[in-house]
């Protein structure tokens, strides 16, 4: 061996060795120390003291992860007994002789496996070392919390008795078990309730009979308890406390006198939590009931106080209510003849601790056996890891075992109510039923007793929780796109369903925990279509309306056979209707479409940037400045001042307009007089010059357009449109009925009414003699079709937006849901999803609209009709040229015939 490889291992046998240590395996890490003074003698003097103080300063810096806690098989369990002092003199008894006996005797006969090392205390302020596994206390209700907290440092597990009404100490730490005497229990099922969030309320309306009151003084102290160590909000209470001595009509009339406070109205219905401690329940539930009380917000919890009532019926006292309440009823289980003393309570913890314990032992046994000390010492339990299955096993053999501190015990039974008419669909079609209430299913979730408090496999009210759990609801609609598209495979199947309605139901069965199945009824063009002969699909109007429903879905939703009505239906005297609304999850608005304004002719184009009056001033001060300029040169004092080439009216005339055109002058006037009044006229014509050119640029740039028909009461100035349409079956001629509005009026008295496209007439609207009424968005499909079709814009929509139609989903009016989907769409609405499946359904801006027409004027270019004035301006200069160069030769001819005759004569 060479002395590098025995240096490395050498190397590897300290680190061996170091790392038994740290894991606390005396024996391994002896068994690898002498290892280390094998190896060559001169490899060792080098590196011996290198290895000594490296391993050192490793062990020293590096942090020890191992388990510091005894294994059962290594040394026995300890165990710490605290018997307040203070409270075995109040009790009147020795527990402290008693605990000794009972659980020295219960070691002796039932621990198999293992050791349990006990220590007695009477201090309960005593601080325990955490070298103990667990503690038993004896001890009033605020010295046990005092003592939890201080066993929260030293991690030991507490089992806890104490008196009645005490907060439950927190159920995966310790156990405790308050001693509640019989009929005083209340306070103490009040709260574990609140301690384990099985009435998670913040606020509360307690019914409580004035004798359950009076026995139960702390009752509502344990209601209205908080506490920031437990997370426990404060309940907001309001507390009616119920004679029990009224009988007959005057205690109905008391309770229908404060129930009536709480009752729903009818557009909202509140949320609100009732506990129920009274003997009257069933009267109670009766007068609920006939105020709507048990919807789908509210919660309902009655203790029924009739001792061990094994033969209650829920679904008997409930049968006169509908689906959708939130009921649970605590029964009271209590055994009259079982043993209720602390000693029994003493034994059956000992026991359960001792036999917890022994098959903890024997788990350790059981692995120790199959691997080697250094894989056990590597996934061995830790204390917290013990002190938890304990704590386990302690329940589960208490559940199964305990005869003594579980006296008092009360099973909680909770309605599954919500859809229950669509899964019991038999039950609809039965003529007669029985007096069970069949849309009511109640399922034992769990009990009460005072040794491990709420045991529940479910939620006391699990549709506020999970609402409909998951179930399949049926729904019924039809095809009108963009509310609801269907499509469907060749087997006539719905295979796809898209649009605004269909995004809300698909949201509202994620939200509402509910599957559903799609019904298709037949639409009101399907029944239409029965009736007519021509059946062309070019014949069809664009768009949708929803204020004509199919008389199918009306039919289903009037016997309550569906959920809900997925179709879009416009809101139309609620009041009046077999069904219901939702609240609207649009608004549509009409509005009518034109014929496009045609272009305002641009052949007087550079006349537009003056008024007729500017023209007519502008001319005028030429014909002023041209005499007043000729005048002062004239009247010049000096012969040399004076210009001959404006010494004629003439001259001055066209250099006035000269200047006007920007072509300068050959002349300037030499007399300061003179040249005051050009340099004016400067000015002026820069003014002008400006103006007008500016103008000129707006003029050319943004197209002016004849008057069109932006407002319905403009109609009257339009004498070309002679035609008025109105689509079939529209909100907007049911509102005329019970407008103010004349031009409304006036306007139906001369409206036809067409349902296909043949008689919408969309030609006679692109020629100006028609104008239609109908919702925007269909109004803008036109738009659209026809823009892609002649790729220009040829319409105009109104700039006015008139009668809103709201539309809305049906709800069966026998629904308990109403107010329920109504949230969820208002939710949906704050959220921003109708908005959004809105912009992806319905017709967006195109090239027509405000935004997309400026754009072009941004982008305009000039074309013939924009300059068809300048050439006129043109061919009417050189017009004038012609007629005034004829003048002039004929001028010419004239006085030279004229001089001849002269001459000749």
Same mark, same amino acid.
């Given at each position: 061996?060479?002395?590098?490889?025995?240096?490395?291992?050498?190397?590897?046998?300290?680190?061996?060795?170091?790392?038994?240590?740290?894991?606390?395996?005396l024996v391994a890490s002896w068994t690898w120390l002498p290892q280390l003074s094998f190896g060559n003698p001169g490899v060792m003097r080098s590196s011996a003291c290198l290895l000594l103080l490296f391993g050192l300063?490793?062990?020293?810096?590096?942090?020890?992860?191992?388990?510091?806690?005894?294994?059962?098989?290594?040394?026995?369990?300890?165990?710490?007994?605290?018997?307040?002092?203070?409270?075995?003199?109040?009790?009147?008894?020795?527990?402290?002789?008693?605990?000794?006996?009972?659980?020295?005797?219960?070691?002796?006969?039932?621990?198999?496996?293992?050791?349990?090392?006990?220590?007695?205390?009477?201090?309960?302020?005593?601080?325990?070392?955490?070298?103990?596994?667990?503690?038993?206390?004896?001890?009033?209700?605020?010295?046990?919390?005092?003592?939890?907290?201080?066993?929260?440092?030293?991690?030991?597990?507490?089992?806890?008795?104490?008196?009645?009404?005490?907060? +439950?100490?927190? !159920?995966? @730490? %310790? /156990?405790?078990?308050?001693?509640?005497?019989?009929?005083? $229990?209340?306070? #103490?099922?009040? =709260?574990?309730?609140?301690?384990?969030?099985?009435?998670?309320?913040?606020?509360?309306?307690?019914?409580?009979?004035?004798?359950?009151?009076?026995?139960?003084?702390?009752?509502?102290?344990?209601?209205?308890?908080?506490?920031?160590?437990?997370?426990?909000?404060?309940?907001?209470?309001?507390?009616?406390?119920?004679?029990?001595?009224?009988?007959?009509?005057?205690? +109905?009339?008391? !309770?229908? @006198? %404060? /129930?009536?406070?709480?009752?729903?109205?009818?557009?909202? $219905?509140?949320? #609100?939590?009732? =506990?129920?401690?009274?003997?009257?329940?069933?009267?109670?539930?009766?007068?609920?009931?006939?105020?709507?009380?048990?919807?789908?917000?509210?919660?309902?919890?009655?203790?029924?106080?009739?001792?061990?009532?094994?033969?209650?019926?829920?679904?008997?006292?409930?049968?006169?209510?509908?689906?959708?309440?939130?009921?649970?009823?605590?029964?009271?289980?209590?055994?009259?003849?079982?043993?209720?003393?602390?000693?029994?309570?003493?034994?059956?913890?000992?026991?359960?601790?001792?036999?917890?314990?022994?098959?903890?032992?024997?788990?350790?046994?059981?692995?120790?056996?199959?691997?080697?000390?250094?894989?056990?010492?590597?996934i061995r339990f830790t204390k917290q890891e013990k002190q938890a299955e304990i704590l386990e096993y302690m329940k589960d053999y208490l559940k199964a075992n305990a005869k003594c501190s579980s006296c008092a015990r009360?099973?909680?039974?909770?309605?599954?109510?919500?859809?229950?008419?669509?899964?019991?669909?038999?039950?609809?079609?039965?003529?007669?039923?029985?007096?069970?209430?069949?849309?009511?299913?109640?399922?034992?979730?769990?009990?009460?007793?005072?040794?491990?408090?709420?045991?529940?496999?479910?939620?006391?009210?699990?549709?506020?929780?999970?609402?409909?759990?998951?179930?399949?609801?049926?729904?019924?609609?039809?095809?009108?796109?963009?509310?609801?598209?269907?499509?469907?495979?060749?087997?006539?199947?719905?295979?796809?369903?898209?649009?605004?309605?269909?995004?809300?139901?698909?949201?509202?069965?994620?939200?509402?925990?509910?599957?559903?199945?799609?019904?298709?009824?037949?639409?009101?063009?399907?029944?239409?279509?029965?009736?007519?002969?021509?059946?062309?699909?070019?014949?069809?109007?664009?768009?949708?309306?929803?204020?004509?429903?199919?008389?199918?879905?009306?039919?289903?939703?009037?016997?309550?056979?569906?959920?809900?009505?997925?179709?879009?239906?416009?809101?139309?005297?609620?009041?009046?209707?077999?069904?219901?609304?939702?609240?609207?999850?649009?608004?549509?608005?009409?509005?009518?479409?034109?014929?496009?304004?045609?272009?305002?002719?641009?052949?007087?184009?550079?006349?537009?940037?003056?008024?007729?009056?500017?023209?007519?001033?502008?001319?005028?001060?030429?014909?002023?400045?041209?005499?007043?300029?000729?005048?002062?040169?004239?009247?010049?004092?000096?012969?040399?001042?004076?210009?001959?080439?404006?010494?004629?009216?003439?001259?001055?005339?066209?250099?006035?307009?000269?200047?006007?055109?920007?072509?300068?002058?050959?002349?300037?006037?030499?007399?300061?007089?003179?040249?005051?009044?050009?340099?004016?006229?400067?000015?002026?014509?820069?003014?002008?010059?400006?103006?007008?050119?500016?103008?000129?640029?707006?003029?050319?740039?943004?197209?002016?357009?004849?008057?069109?028909?932006?407002?319905?009461?403009?109609?009257?100035?339009?004498?070309?449109?002679?035609?008025?349409?109105?689509?079939?079956?529209?909100?907007?001629?049911?509102?005329?009925?019970?407008?103010?509005?004349?031009?409304?009026?006036?306007?139906?008295?001369?409206?036809?009414?067409?349902?296909?496209?043949?008689?919408?007439?969309?030609?006679?609207?692109?020629?100006?003699?028609?104008?239609?009424?109908?919702?925007?968005?269909?109004?803008?499909?036109?738009?659209?079709?026809?823009?892609?079709?002649?790729?220009?814009?040829?319409?105009?929509?109104?700039?006015?937006?008139?009668?809103?139609?709201?539309?809305?989903?049906?709800?069966?009016?026998?629904?308990?849901?109403?107010?329920?989907?109504?949230?969820?769409?208002?939710?949906?609405?704050?959220?921003?999803?109708?908005?959004?499946?809105?912009?992806?359904?319905?017709?967006?801006?195109?090239?027509?609209?405000?935004?997309?027409?400026?754009?072009?004027?941004?982008?305009?270019?000039?074309?013939?009709?924009?300059?068809?004035?300048?050439?006129?301006?043109?061919?009417?200069?050189?017009?004038?040229?012609?007629?005034?160069?004829?003048?002039?030769?004929?001028?010419?001819?004239?006085?030279?015939?004229?001089?001849?005759?002269?001459?000749?004569?």
């Amino acid at each position: 061996m060479g002395p590098a490889h025995a240096h490395c291992k050498s190397v590897v046998w300290f680190f061996n060795w170091v790392l038994c240590y740290q894991r606390g395996n005396l024996v391994a890490s002896w068994t690898w120390l002498p290892q280390l003074s094998f190896g060559n003698p001169g490899v060792m003097r080098s590196s011996a003291c290198l290895l000594l103080l490296f391993g050192l300063q490793f062990y020293i810096l590096v942090p020890t992860a191992a388990n510091d806690f005894s294994s059962f098989l290594s040394a026995n369990a300890s165990l710490a007994i605290v018997v307040d002092h203070d409270y075995m003199t109040t009790h009147g008894q020795n527990i402290m002789a008693h605990f000794e006996k009972i659980l020295s005797d219960i070691i002796r006969e039932n621990l198999k496996n293992g050791g349990i090392n006990v220590k007695y205390f009477s201090w309960n302020s005593v601080r325990l070392k955490k070298d103990f596994l667990a503690a038993i206390t004896v001890t009033d209700c605020e010295n046990t919390w005092k003592f939890y907290k201080n066993t929260q440092e030293t991690s030991i597990l507490l089992i806890a008795i104490t008196d009645s009404d005490c907060p +439950r100490l927190p !159920l995966n @730490r %310790a /156990l405790m078990i308050p001693i509640v005497e019989h009929g005083d $229990e209340f306070p #103490q099922v009040i =709260l574990d309730a609140k301690v384990q969030q099985i009435l998670n309320w913040k606020t509360a309306v307690i019914f409580v009979d004035q004798t359950i009151l009076d026995d139960n003084s702390v009752l509502v102290k344990s209601i209205v308890h908080e506490s920031t160590t437990n997370h426990i909000t404060p309940i907001s209470l309001i507390l009616y406390k119920i004679d029990d001595s009224l009988r007959g009509q005057q205690k +109905r009339a008391f !309770l229908r @006198r %404060a /129930l009536a406070q709480f009752a729903p109205n009818k557009h909202e $219905e509140k949320r #609100q939590q009732f =506990l129920v401690v009274s003997a009257f329940h069933e009267d109670i539930i009766e007068i609920a009931e006939t105020l709507n009380m048990f919807h789908v917000g509210n919660q309902w919890m009655f203790f029924v106080l009739d001792k061990v009532r094994r033969d209650f019926d829920a679904a008997t006292v409930t049968s006169n209510l509908d689906e959708g309440a939130n009921i649970a009823f605590a029964l009271n289980e209590t055994m009259p003849d079982c043993q209720d003393t602390l000693n029994c309570t003493i034994s059956e913890l000992s026991l359960a601790l001792v036999t917890s314990i022994s098959k903890m032992t024997v788990e350790e046994e059981s692995i120790y056996g199959e691997i080697s000390d250094e894989e056990w010492e590597s996934i061995r339990f830790t204390k917290q890891e013990k002190q938890a299955e304990i704590l386990e096993y302690m329940k589960d053999y208490l559940k199964a075992n305990a005869k003594c501190s579980s006296c008092a015990r009360w099973r909680i039974e909770t309605a599954i109510t919500w859809g229950k008419s669509q899964e019991n669909r038999r039950y609809r079609a039965t003529p007669t039923r029985d007096a069970k209430n069949q849309n009511f299913e109640f399922i034992n979730i769990g009990y009460w007793s005072p040794l491990l408090g709420f045991v529940c496999q479910e939620l006391a009210f699990p549709h506020i929780e999970h609402h409909f759990r998951n179930i399949t609801m049926d729904i019924v609609t039809v095809h009108n796109p963009p509310w609801q598209i269907l499509t469907k495979n060749s087997h006539g199947v719905i295979v796809k369903h898209t649009g605004i309605v269909m995004e809300i139901i698909k949201e509202l069965s994620r939200a509402l925990n509910f599957s559903y199945y799609l019904h298709e009824a037949s639409s009101w063009k399907d029944d239409t279509s029965l009736s007519t002969t021509n059946n062309n699909e070019s014949d069809e109007l664009l768009g949708s309306m929803t204020f004509r429903i199919p008389y199918r879905v009306v039919e289903m939703v009037q016997n309550n056979q569906f959920f809900i009505a997925a179709v879009a239906a416009t809101v139309d005297d609620p009041d009046q209707k077999p069904f219901n609304y939702t609240m609207p999850i649009s608004v549509q608005k009409y509005s009518f479409i034109t014929r496009k304004p045609d272009e305002v002719s641009r052949i007087y184009l550079f006349t537009a940037p003056f008024t007729m009056e500017t023209w007519f001033c502008l001319v005028g001060i030429i014909l002023l400045t041209a005499p007043m300029l000729y005048a002062i040169n004239r009247l010049a004092p000096l012969k040399e001042m004076q210009i001959r080439g404006l010494s004629t009216i003439k001259s001055c005339f066209w250099y006035i307009f000269g200047a006007l055109l920007q072509q300068g002058g050959m002349y300037l006037p030499r007399a300061d007089s003179g040249r005051l009044v050009v340099g004016f006229w400067w000015i002026v014509v820069i003014v002008l010059v400006t103006t007008y050119c500016g103008n000129l640029v707006a003029f050319l740039t943004f197209p002016k357009f004849q008057p069109g028909v932006d407002y319905l009461h403009q109609l009257e100035r339009h004498k070309a449109i002679s035609q008025y349409g109105l689509r079939n079956g529209t909100f907007f001629e049911r509102y005329v009925q019970t407008t103010t509005r004349e031009d409304f009026k006036h306007y139906m008295s001369l409206a036809r009414i067409y349902g296909s496209g043949q008689d919408e007439d969309i030609e006679a609207v692109k020629r100006g003699q028609r104008i239609n009424i109908d919702w925007r968005i269909n109004l803008q499909l036109i738009v659209q079709q026809h823009f892609e079709r002649d790729k220009e814009c040829r319409f105009a929509l109104g700039k006015e937006n008139f009668v809103d139609e709201q539309i809305a989903l049906i709800l069966p009016s026998q629904s308990a849901y109403l107010h329920l989907v109504n949230r969820h769409i208002n939710s949906m609405f704050r959220m921003g999803f109708i908005e959004r499946w809105h912009q992806m359904n319905l017709p967006s801006a195109d090239k027509c609209s405000g935004k997309s027409a400026q754009r072009q004027v941004t982008n305009h270019k000039v074309n013939m009709d924009d300059m068809q004035g300048c050439f006129l301006v043109l061919l009417l200069g050189f017009s004038g040229a012609f007629l005034i160069g004829c003048f002039e030769f004929w001028y010419r001819r004239f006085r030279g015939s004229r001089k001849r005759r002269e001459f000749t004569n």
